[in-house]
């Protein structure tokens, strides 16, 4: 099963389980992690569920959409070229195991 490393701003980390084929977002909802707020639901319509993926994993993911690119210029917190929003991230065993970091403020 696909990992996903949720990092705390202070440096805390959480590893949970996701199922296959649910977005990050929904796995980080599904277990807690506060940080993501995820106002929208995972219509592309909030940026509250902004995440900096690791640059170690960064390459591995498809390209953001040219929608999912638009929104990321609402984030709250500082967007970098590591910035993606955690709805539109799928989890599948191809992709394998994932670390993200969570900003600071998602407003
Ligand atoms: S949950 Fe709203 S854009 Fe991702």
């Known amino acids: 099963m696909t990992k996903i490393t949720f990092v705390r701003p202070g440096g805390e980390r959480e590893i949970v389980n996701a199922e296959?084929?649910?977005?990050?977002m929904a796995t980080a909802v599904d277990n807690g992690i506060d940080e993501i707020v995820a106002e929208c639901g995972g219509c592309l319509a909030c940026a509250t569920c902004h995440v900096y993926v690791d640059e170690a994993?960064?390459?591995?993911?498809?390209p953001p959409?040219?929608?999912e690119d638009a929104m990321l210029e609402a984030t709250a917190a500082p967007r970098t070229p590591c910035s993606r929003l955690?709805?539109?991230l799928k989890t599948t065993p191809e992709l394998g195991d994932l670390t993200v970091h969570l900003?600071?403020?998602q407003y």
């Open 103 to 105: 900003p600071s403020e």
């Open 86 to 88: 955690s709805c539109q």
């Open 65 to 67: 959409s040219a929608a």
């Open 20 to 24: 296959p084929g649910h977005s990050v």
């Open 57 to 62: 994993d960064l390459d591995r993911l498809p």
